[in-house]
């Protein structure tokens, strides 16, 4: 079993940054983070393996860094030059196995929400 604690949300203008943290209760080699927006079909964003590699959606690309302390059993999501269309709910989420955002994930956390004003 695997418990996460989302941190870190909250109301930015359009180009700024905020940092959203996972603290994993529990082991798990895979962490990733996910959006919903309203009205919208949740997305994948960034995943960070306990090997260091990742994995990002398009949507990420350039603008947002996944980075993960094994010693501290923690996934960071670093946004920057955030836009309007960024803010969702974000949520942690881990698996065992293959860490890419399009596979299943098993333990989700409760979210953390972010929102982007223009």
């Known amino acids: 079993q695997v418990q996460l604690v989302e941190s870190g949300g909250g109301s930015v203008q359009a180009g700024g940054s905020l940092r959203l943290s996972c603290a994993a209760f529990?082991?798990?080699?895979?962490m990733g983070w996910f959006r919903q927006a309203p009205g919208k079909e949740r997305e994948g964003v960034a995943t960070?393996?306990?090997?260091?590699?990742?994995t990002y959606a398009d949507s990420a690309k350039g603008r947002f860094t996944v980075s993960r302390d094994n010693a501290k059993n923690t996934l960071y999501l670093q946004m920057n030059s955030l836009k309007p269309e960024d803010t969702a709910m974000y949520y942690c989420?881990?698996?065992?196995?293959?860490?890419?955002?399009?596979?299943?994930?098993?333990?989700w956390g409760q979210g953390t929400q972010v929102t982007v004003s223009s």
């Open positions: 529990g082991y798990s080699t895979c």
């Open positions: 960070g393996d306990t090997d260091g590699s990742t």
């Open positions: 989420a881990a698996r065992f196995g293959f860490c890419s955002i399009d596979k299943l994930f098993t333990y």
